[in-house]
């Protein structure tokens, strides 16, 4: 039988292995990384003097505007991120906290991981111009196409290379800009079909988007509820599946046509 003062004795007891536990994840590092808005890039201009497409083999045109393709900055594979870190980054737009492994899934040390990336970011582009090629009708072995984008890894540009490229030799299909004058920007990985597939860290690709001055954003449709969740003022979504919907909804946002919208 429990006296008057038992209960608050026992949730004292029982408080001080928890108290203990906080204690040392204070000072322990989470399996964490935090990851920010980085940086972005128009894949028709140059990088660092260096065009990001480059074209041989048949004839390109000027374009005006940009389609800028997006990152995020996250913290390394090895880095200690403290729960000083994570309660931070919770309640702050600009910053998110996602599991180490869904950010380093290849795991392994830095140098590994960076290889993995790069290698990753090879095959997109390989992927990016089979997609757009194929889109246009056209074969590889008459159309000899370069890209090139210095310190980025990753699949995630796969899209945007593949619109470049699209813009660079055929524009809009009818002597205008696919751009239409404006600054597009977006994300998704591409197979060599066409098929657009989800990326990870949306809704802080929409923050470097508008920062660097984009006004429309495409985005994977899958991951269209992420993208809205933080969306900045004055940049609208296109969801897309495949780079022919990305082309149509770009001619359409230039001519008045039908848009889809997440």
Known sequence: MFTRHSRPRTLALCA????ALFGVAAFAPLPFTLAQPGTTANVLGDDHGTPVISIEGAPTRPTEGQLRMTTIVATGP?????IGDVIDSWFRTDRAVMPRDSVY??????KEIEKHNLDDMARSQDSAVDAALNYLGKKPGSVDVTLHLADVGGPSAGLFFALGIVDKLDGDGSGGDLTGGRTIAGTGTIEADG???AVGGVSLKTQAAR???????LVPKAECK???SELPKGLRLIPVTTLKGAVDSLRALDH???IPSC
């Open 226 to 228: 992420e993208a809205k």
């Open 211 to 217: 920062r660097d001055g984009a006004t429309v954003f």
């Open 256 to 258: 008045g046509g039908k």
């Open 105 to 110: 899934p290849s795991g392994g040390s830095e």
């Open 195 to 197: 098929d657009v597939g």
């Open 78 to 82: 090895t880095a200690d991120v403290g």
């Open 16 to 19: 001080l292995p928890v108290l």
